[in-house]
């Protein structure tokens, strides 16, 4: 059972973080921020004025290098837990180096898309079609 | 949002966050599949994931809340500077259903990956998809060596309504999964009404 990873899957409360400390945390290890793995995070060019850790300084470096880069690509390319990842962006964050917009997802709650998203989907469709 | 002045000059709004789940039984190739079609080195992305058990499903002796540490495989397409197509692959036991709650806020839909052999496996992700109106196609993933059934074989057995696709796929192949994606987009544009929906926005808590 194994190869899905999910097979490894834990079963733990809230209150207790397993993910290794990270170099240079000051606190509890909760995002001050909110985070969505689709969130899309981009560098503002904004230097820290306080010395970053490691781990820090390699998250700043993947935002820079996009234009805009989601969190679970962040937390894929660095191979660490999602929550790992999102504790670094907030302290980024904080220091003004990153910004971050919430993804805006296209339809309703209920499922059927708007008008203009058939002009989206069908964008979509394009570009894949593209790709055959 | 935090934001030192003239940090950026981004676009006020980004466009519109496209989101696809690749679902299936364990082992049908959903990892396989997303990294055939992403343009970038699958990544495995580790994320504690909670859910509120609504009711459905409910599992005598275990908590309705509950978080848990999954895998998510994850890809992305770029199709245009305006659209980025992002791809999650999502466990595929039974006893995960609860996170897909999460991972399904905002999907435009969803791959159900079958194995012939298995077939059986995706039915938890037909069921998910189907009772929560989410638009899916059913692709069938040709293994070696595996008995080759017509698509309506597949349907019938999987208990399909007429207009779901069933579509034929080597998830190793990046043109077969593209084609696949393709179907479930055409899928969504026909049967999909135009219907004014609320614009959905989670917002980014400040």
């Not at chain 1, 339809?107 to 469709?125: I, N, P």
């Not at chain 2, 999650?88 to 995960?96: A, I, L, V």
């Given at each position: 059972?194994?190869?899905?990873?999910a097979g490894h899957a834990v079963t733990e409360r809230h209150s207790g973080p397993r993910h290794a400390p990270v170099h240079g945390e000051r606190r509890a290890a909760q995002p001050v921020i909110f985070f969505y793995l689709l969130s899309l995070v981009s560098a503002t060019g904004v230097r820290p004025s306080?010395?970053?850790?490691?781990?820090?300084?390699?998250?700043?470096?993947?935002?820079?290098?996009?234009?805009?880069?989601?969190?679970?690509?962040?937390?894929?390319?660095?191979r660490l837990p999602a929550g790992v990842v999102k504790v670094l962006l907030s302290d980024l964050m904080e220091h003004g180096a990153v910004m971050a917009?919430?993804?805006?997802?296209?339809?309703?709650?209920?499922?059927?898309?708007?008008?203009?998203?058939?002009?989206?989907?069908?964008?979509?469709?394009?570009?894949?079609?593209?790709?055959? | 949002?935090?934001?030192?002045?003239?940090?950026?000059?981004?676009?006020?709004?980004?466009?519109?966050t496209l989101k696809i789940l690749v679902a299936g039984g364990f082992g049908a190739g959903k990892t396989t599949f997303v990294g055939a079609v992403s343009e970038i080195d699958p990544l495995c992305t580790?994320?504690?994931?909670?859910?509120?058990?609504?009711?459905?499903d409910p599992v005598d002796g275990v908590e309705t809340k509950k978080t848990t540490t999954v895998a998510l495989d994850f890809g992305r397409i770029t199709l245009d500077e305006r659209h980025v197509l992002y791809l999650?692959?999502?466990?595929?036991?039974?006893?995960?259903w609860f996170l897909w709650e999460e991972l399904c806020a905002g999907a435009l839909g969803?791959?159900?990956?079958?194995?012939?052999r298995r077939l059986a496996d995706c039915f938890p992700a037909v069921d998910f998809f189907e009772r929560r109106g989410i638009g899916f196609v059913v692709a069938v993933n040709e293994f070696d060596g595996a008995h080759r059934y017509t698509a309506e074989e597949v349907r019938a057995a999987v208990g399909l309504g007429p207009r779901v696709p069933v579509v034929r796929c080597d998830a190793r192949l990046t043109s077969s999964g593209t084609g696949a994606l393709a179907a479930l987009v055409h899928h969504l544009l026909t049967t999909r009404s135009a219907h004014p929906a609320k614009t959905s926005d989670p917002g980014e808590p400040p």
């Open positions: 059972n194994q190869g899905d990873g306080t010395p970053l850790g490691a781990e820090h300084i390699l998250a700043l470096r993947l935002c820079a290098g996009a234009p805009a880069v989601t969190v679970a690509e962040v937390a894929g390319q660095l917009q919430a993804p805006r997802f296209p339809g309703g709650e209920t499922g059927s898309f708007a008008a203009d998203d058939q002009t989206l989907l069908r964008a979509v469709l394009d570009g894949l079609r593209k790709r055959l | 949002m935090v934001c030192a002045s003239g940090c950026d000059s981004r676009p006020a709004t980004l466009p519109a580790e994320e504690l994931l909670s859910g509120l058990g609504e009711g459905a999650f692959g999502t466990p595929g036991q039974e006893r995960f969803a791959v159900v990956l079958a194995d012939t």
